[in-house]
């Protein structure tokens, strides 16, 4: 008798325990998504943190890979690779390689630049998608929004064009697409750029919203497709790309103030993180003792500059010890420590436009145009009119004053010479182990294993 | 949310209302009586003599003199077991004193009582695989993690040392690694039925003299601990469910004894030194290969920034830079204090431990801790209530450089410049000397705290049937940081204090749990049966800050992140992680020759999408006693002891990170015109789920002669399927891995043998030995559509996971000097992956390690040694092409000169031949990298002497003598066969002499 009523409170119990776990377990493994998170929904149901989204793509562009002033950014890497920067570094930095030119598809810092700009494609692409069609927008939003996204997606993807040669053109975040994703043609990527730009240029706003000219709008879009237009040689287009901005933007005649953030001829900039902080290229350039600790212009740069330009005098800083004299980019002077910031990171800026309608015009057979736009950047550094007057001396003339005007500003000289099938010619005398094969940098190993699609690797690695 | 606390407040009261409900019926009022007595053996009186009323969790244990007292009923029986003597029964009856000689046992095996985690089982009866070490083992080693002290002595159970710096990490793989993932195949830790995250709360970021996050198992002090626990197999693991598939450690911590108060002191101090030095070029033999280098590269005039050989730095200087940088003695201090005592029904024991020790690096860094653990045991006068409760507090401050100068150790050129000038400043040699000893003006700095409470309440409601709950809870602190001061960078920048930066990790974790259970117990003829079934509820929060500051005016205050004009929180994380489970046991016990034990789980985490939160896991065990079998007995006459067993399974794994299932934007922590910036997190994947892992074992104990000679053997079986990955995918998704169940399995399979021998036991001398042997095998047995994978390139069906495939180095070609590779495709150039075929294994053949005890009179000596058969990656992996300007091991003479020549290095290189630095490239990812790693290592040496003084002064006093890894005998090209990383500290030969007094 007594067994069994323990058997029975035992059986009970038992049952008791497990009716009250099976209503109990549901509920308690139900976690909330946490405060530090937002769930890609959330995002896209507020201006203010579609904005946050936009913002942070600036901010890694600003801090990471290509147009940063960080050593990792094209300027250091792309200044080493070519005949602007020599090393001098005693102990390793990632650019060694790259100023030796004997970049491996296994370089860490090759795999670092395409990732980093492919997840900044992505955080674009999520833009896109989040504000299609939305309807906690305006209209006016979502063509902001979509402006700035395709300006970025689009930017990005001509970097990489330029620097790997055929690449894969990504507008979606669907991973199961992506993941298989073959490399295109340089002219169809060439005609996506285009193609995202023209409409950046039809969505952005018309003038600079951000008072500081951190944000792209329309002049940023337009700049961008006139550089575009001129590397794919569509001279026309470039020309009038160029006049349109040219024809919006103010002048700034003294070179002194050429890189001061309120300098009117600044199309677009990055905004450092903190007042005070100023430039990652003023911090990474500039040097006060000999010899340089990691890195300085070359000889064969500063033999560049004619006599009296003050670009020398003024964008180029020196350091002797007492035999031997160094040169460091001096554009941005300003650095850390610094009650307010006096300087952004300037990555789109008239000058260039200038030299960009000139050899355009120069090309389409507009040679007084050509030497006119010239002379305006000469005449800014203190120079005499050119002195070029057929197509090819201005063509000459345009190339040389893109290397003293433009020289550390995120890899120009390598650009220009490759567009212009001059890389061997120049580089095969200063840089003892150039190859041809050199003009494109190797697709990542580890990309071609994770997708074979992407194969063959680039010639020479 | 607050609902879910509701309920398992709810639960808590429930129980509690349970326990204090007193049926009438169900007590069996004896009269209760004090029992006391001495217990002694051959050599006089016996402490730590473990006495339990039977059937009953009420004990108490021998003090120094062998007595004990407890309190129990006439019907009651007492049962003392001790370690290595025969267990003794006797029934109370109407004695008030019971004095027992204990007789040593040649059958030990049926006493040790071990530790299954939900239960308690003698080794004899066990059904599953569990591999145990004691407190014994743990105080002979001086390591302040309690994974080191499991190095090499248990089957089954591989543990590499990260590094050789305080308070860095291990690797822990339980029967091989089961995940693809590399980071999948923790094991699940439990102390005092608490499990303890196995995930540090360090920060990478910060820690980078470490290699890695600090390692979580430094809150656990290795003198506290009674005894470690490894289980296996299914049987032993399924009760874990979704957290056992990677075996589980169980550690016990140590408990009060009764009798009178003893007090008892323990010191120590030791030194330690590097292991293993490589052998590196002098200078002559450095700047020779420098000169032939540009000379092959066809360079006459040395470059500018070739300091070491354009005459800018003295050639004539010479510095061993591993004793510069390395060669420093680190030296250990260790001071333990212990008070124990109580009475039959309460024991307590308190503790309280300080250790010390400095590195091997130059300038005055170090590593402490400070312990504390109190006990206490509670059982009720009338048998039913059993109440204990642990507290144990560890707090350790760790004060480091934040590099471990290993690559400048070995890669300086050996005539660099002094690193101090005459006035004692870091020497910069005008800018051209990257002086390593400017980094130690940056510190890594940490502090932590462990606080693991926990609490077992049992009742018992009537005979055999008994409720209790488990409670625990614990709370981790850690706050590190790592300062990067202006003064560390070569003073040509100019740079001034706004650009020195600080980072700071700080971050905490909480997390309680609650397992109410019913245990019954029951014998019906001859089977006894023995029930379980519980509940649990955990819930764990993670908070992390990971802040950076910069900017100083002055780096005086640069732990004052108030005075930094730039800050900014890369980080800001508050993780739940919530867990539920329903588990039980059935053990069916007949004649206690065949034993049946069935154990399952029904487990929910919240780290998975709604779909697919829960899964059940169970396993099957079984075991027959053949040597207990009449016929055995009669017949095969030098057996002692017979068992087969064998258990089938499944376990699984939710090792991932939290929320991998939701699409989320994190704060990156930059900032852009003054708005914080979002960022996309991950590629997310909702449906993804359980990891499960189905275990087979098979095994045999032997115990030969009156089990003088124990043996036993040990086959697994571990598929591990529906692996729960990271998928790496390419850039061009954005992002590198998504989190997803892959439909591949990865078996390990393996052999134990473990071999115990009591080799003389007489009055003075006494001398056991142990051995072990474990051999792993891995494979991947299917992937399907690996091809067309992103693994393609990285696994093989049929070969084991560790293997990397490689290109097949092929010598020297005596006509180029340059290394050769071969080519497997055919076309004439050396490309990944076409030409990476050589599948090439990096892991282990077999493993194991050799333990011997010998006691003579008043002396011990016990040793440890270790062997691992394996292959890893060389020196060759992370070196630099030899002829730049980084030093290179001796081995690098044997070269390339000229035509016809072969040798073990290519032609020397200045790195200015893209011919040479590609081939050197081409090396890096070739078969050359991984060779032959094996070792033979003493891993722990431990020698004392008991002072003959207890008889006149009535106190026990021990001197020792310690030493870790004393010797390696190995052939690996490298510095340590063990970490095989040119960038970490190798661990430390470390001596140690102490003193233990007990009052």
């Not at chain 1, 008239?350 to 000139?358: I, T």
């Not at chain 1, 550390?408 to 580089?427: S, V, Y």
């Not at chain 2, 290394?819 to 030409?835: E, H, K, R």
Request: charged share 20%; aromatic share 12%; net charge negative.
């Amino acid at each position: 008798m007594k067994t069994i009523t323990i058997k029975r409170y035992a059986t009970v119990l038992l049952w008791g325990l497990f009716i009250f776990l099976s209503s109990s377990c549901e509920d308690f493994l139900e976690v909330d998504t946490p405060n530090y998170l937002l769930s890609g929904e959330t995002i896209f149901t507020d201006t203010k943190t579609v904005e946050a989204a936009m913002v942070g793509i600036y901010a890694q562009l600003r801090n990471n890979v290509l147009l940063t002033g960080n050593p990792q950014g094209l300027s250091v890497l792309l200044g080493t690779y070519t005949d602007e920067l020599d090393y001098y570094s005693p102990y390793p930095l990632p650019e060694e390689p790259f100023h030796k030119n004997t970049l491996l598809a296994t370089n860490p810092t090759v795999a670092e630049v395409w990732n980093g700009c492919y997840n900044q494609i992505y955080a674009a692409n999520a833009i896109l998608e989040g504000v299609a069609d939305s309807i906690y927008f305006t209209p006016d939003e979502i063509a902001s929004f979509k402006g700035e996204a395709l300006f970025i997606r689009a930017l990005i993807h001509f970097y990489l064009v330029n620097i790997y040669g055929d690449i894969p053109y990504i507008t979606t975040t669907n991973y199961h697409i992506n993941k298989n994703v073959e490399r295109e043609a340089k002219e169809i990527i060439y005609a996506k750029i285009i193609s995202d730009l023209e409409e950046a240029r039809q969505l952005l706003p018309a003038t600079d919203l951000s008072g500081k000219k951190v944000r792209p709008y329309q002049a940023v879009a337009t700049a961008l497709l006139a550089r575009v237009q001129l590397y794919a040689e569509n001279w026309e287009q470039a020309s009038q790309l160029a006049t349109l901005v040219i024809d919006e933007t103010p002048w700034e005649s003294d070179p002194t103030n050429v890189f001061l953030k309120e300098s009117p001829s600044i199309l677009w900039q990055f905004q450092p993180e903190f007042e005070g902080q100023n430039t990652f290229e003023a911090q990474n350039f500039i040097f006060e003792a000999a010899p340089p600790p990691a890195r300085a212009l070359t000889t064969t740069l500063m033999d560049a500059f004619e006599p009296g330009d003050l670009r020398k005098d003024l964008w180029t800083g020196a350091v002797t010890d007492g035999s031997q004299t160094f040169y460091y980019p001096y554009k941005y002077q300003h650095r850390a420590g610094e009650p307010f910031n006096a300087e952004y990171s300037v990555v789109l800026r008239l000058a260039e436009l200038y030299l960009v309608r000139a050899e355009a015009n120069a090309n389409l057979g507009n040679l007084s145009a050509a030497a006119s736009d010239i002379n305006k950047i000469r005449e800014r550094a203190g120079l005499s009119p050119t002195t070029a007057t057929a197509q090819e001396t201005l063509l000459n003339a345009v190339l040389k004053e893109r290397r003293v005007e433009l020289f550390t500003e995120h890899g120009h000289r390598f650009f220009d010479l490759k567009r212009t099938a001059n890389l061997d010619g120049t580089l095969i005398s200063s840089k003892p182990n150039w190859n041809t094969t050199d003009r494109l940098f190797p697709i990542p190993e580890k990309e071609l294993l994770l997708n074979p699609a992407l194969n063959p690797q680039n010639p020479g690695y | 949310m607050k609902n879910n606390y509701r309920h398992s407040l709810a639960l808590a009261l429930c129980f509690a209302l349970l326990l204090s409900y007193n049926s009438p019926i169900f007590s069996q009022n004896l009269p209760q009586k004090t029992i006391s007595g001495t217990i002694t053996d051959a050599d006089g009186p016996l402490s730590g003599v473990n006495v339990l009323v039977k059937n009953t969790a009420r004990g108490s244990i021998s003090d120094l003199e062998g007595r004990y007292a407890l309190t129990a009923t006439e019907k009651d029986t007492l049962v003392f077991t001790y370690l290595g003597y025969k267990t003794q029964e006797r029934v109370i009856a109407n004695n008030s004193f019971l004095n027992i000689v204990m007789q040593l046992n040649e059958t030990s095996l049926d006493q040790v009582v071990i530790n299954a985690g939900y239960y308690k089982i003698s080794d004899k009866e066990k059904t599953g695989s569990i591999a145990r070490i004691t407190a014994t083992e743990i105080e002979n080693q001086p390591i302040s993690n309690p994974l080191a002290a499991m190095q090499g002595r248990l089957a089954g159970v591989n543990i590499i040392q990260n590094t050789g710096v305080p308070g860095g990490g291990f690797t822990v793989r339980i029967r091989g690694r089961n995940s693809i993932r590399a980071d999948g195949s923790e094991p699940l830790y439990i102390v005092d039925g608490v499990p303890y995250p196995s995930q540090s709360l360090g920060s990478s970021f910060v820690s980078t003299v470490l290699g890695a996050p600090q390692s979580p198992l430094n809150g656990i002090n290795p003198d506290n601990i009674a005894s470690i626990e490894v289980l296996k197999d299914a049987d032993a693991t399924a009760i874990y469910g979704s957290r056992g598939a990677n075996g589980v450690v169980l550690i016990t911590t140590k408990q009060g004894t009764s009798g009178k108060t003893t007090l008892s002191l323990n010191t120590s101090t030791g030194v330690g030194q590097l292991t293993r030095r490589m052998d590196l070029l002098n200078t002559q033999e450095y700047l020779a290969m420098r000169r032939e280098a540009f000379a092959n590269d066809g360079i006459t005039e040395y470059p500018f920034n070739e300091y070491d050989i354009n005459g800018t730095w003295d050639q004539s200087r010479y510095t061993d830079w591993q004793e510069e940088l390395l060669g420093h003695t680190a030296y250990f201090n260790d001071y333990g204090l212990s008070l124990t005592g109580g009475n039959e029904n309460t024991r307590y024991l308190l503790r309280a431990s300080h250790q010390k020790q400095t590195t091997v690096f130059p300038g005055n860094f170090n590593y402490k801790k400070y312990g504390a653990l109190a006990t206490v045991t509670h059982n009720a006068a009338d048998d039913r209530l059993f109440v204990s409760f642990t507290a144990n507090y560890v707090a350790d401050e760790n004060d480091l450089p934040t590099t471990a100068f290993i690559t400048p150790a070995l890669n300086l050129a050996p005539n660099a410049p002094a690193l101090y000038d005459e006035n004692g400043e870091v020497n910069w040699e005008d800018g051209t000397f990257f002086n390593p000893i400017a980094q130690l003006k940056a510190k890594y700095l940490s502090n932590s705290s462990t606080l693991l409470g926990s609490s077992t309440i049992s009742y018992q409601l009537f005979k055999g049937f008994n409720l209790k709950t488990n409670l625990g809870y614990n709370e981790i602190h850690l706050e590190e940081s790592r300062t990067s001061p202006n003064t560390i960078y070569n003073p040509a920048y100019g740079l001034d204090s706004s650009y020195s930066s600080i980072s700071v990790n700080t971050s905490s974790r909480k997390s309680w749990i609650v397992e109410p259970q019913i245990e019954y117990n029951t014998q019906m003829g001859d089977l006894e049966i023995a029930a379980l079934v519980g509940t649990t509820f955990q819930n764990e929060n993670s908070n992390g800050l990971l802040q950076y500051a910069g900017n100083f005016t002055s780096n005086a205050l640069i732990y004052n992140l108030a005075s930094a004009a730039e800050r900014e929180v890369l980080a800001s994380t508050d993780d739940v992680y919530r867990y539920n489970a329903v588990y039980g046991r059935l053990n069916f016990n007949w004649n206690k020759k065949y034993i049946l034990n069935l154990t399952g789980r029904r487990d929910g985490s919240s780290r998975f999408g709604a779909d697919t939160r829960f899964a059940n896991f169970g396993a099957v065990g079984a075991a027959w006693l053949f040597g207990e079998e009449k016929f055995i007995k009669e017949n095969v006459t030098f057996l002692s002891f017979g068992k087969i067993r064998g258990s089938y399974g499944t376990s699984g794994n939710d090792q991932i990170g939290n929320y991998g299932y939701l699409d989320t934007y994190i704060g990156s922590g930059l900032s852009y015109q003054g708005i914080p910036t979002l960022q996309p997190t991950q590629l997310y994947n909702p449906n993804f789920g359980w990891e499960t892992n189905r275990k087979l074992e098979l095994a045999l104990e032997l115990g030969l002669f009156k089990n003088s000679f124990d043996i036993s053997g040990a086959y697994y079986r571990n598929r591990s399927s529906s692996q729960l990955v990271g998928i790496p995918l390419p850039g061009t998704t954005g992002f590198p891995t998504l989190t997803g169940n892959l439909d591949a399995t990865v078996q390990n399979t393996g052999w134990e043998f473990e071999f115990d021998a009591k080799l003389l036991n007489n009055d003075n001398l006494n001398w056991t030995a142990k051995a072990q042997l474990t051999i792993p095998r891995n494979e991947l047995i299917s992937f399907p559509n690996l091809e067309s994978s992103t693994y393609s390139n990285r696994f093989v069906i049929g070969q084991p996971l560790d293997i990397a495939l490689l290109y097949h180095y092929s010598g020297v070609d005596p006509q180029t000097g340059l290394y050769t590779f071969q080519d497997f495709d055919g076309d004439g150039n050396i490309t990944s992956p076409n030409d990476a075929k050589q599948a090439t294994k990096v892991g282990v053949d077999y493993y194991g390690g050799i333990t011997n005890s010998v006691s003579y009179k008043n002396f011990s000596l016990d040793f440890l040694l270790q062997y691992v058969k394996q292959t890893g990656y060389n020196y060759l992996y992370t070196s630099a092409l030899a002829g730049t300007m980084a030093n290179q091991p001796t081995a690098v003479l044997d070269h390339w000169e000229q035509p016809g020549d072969g040798g073990f290095t290519q032609m020397y290189s200045a790195g200015y031949s893209d011919a040479a630095y590609t081939a050197y490239g081409n090396l890096l990812n070739s078969d050359a990298v991984v060779s032959d790693a094996s070792y033979l290592r003493l891993r722990n040496i431990s020698l004392s002497y008991n002072l003959p003084i207890q008889a006149t002064l009535g106190a026990k006093c021990r001197l020792y003598v310690l030493a870790q890894n004393l010797f390696t005998i190995t052939d690996f090209l490298g510095m340590d066969p063990e970490t095989q990383s040119l960038d970490q500290l190798p661990p430390l030969r470390v001596i140690n002499a102490g003193l233990e007094i007990n009052i």
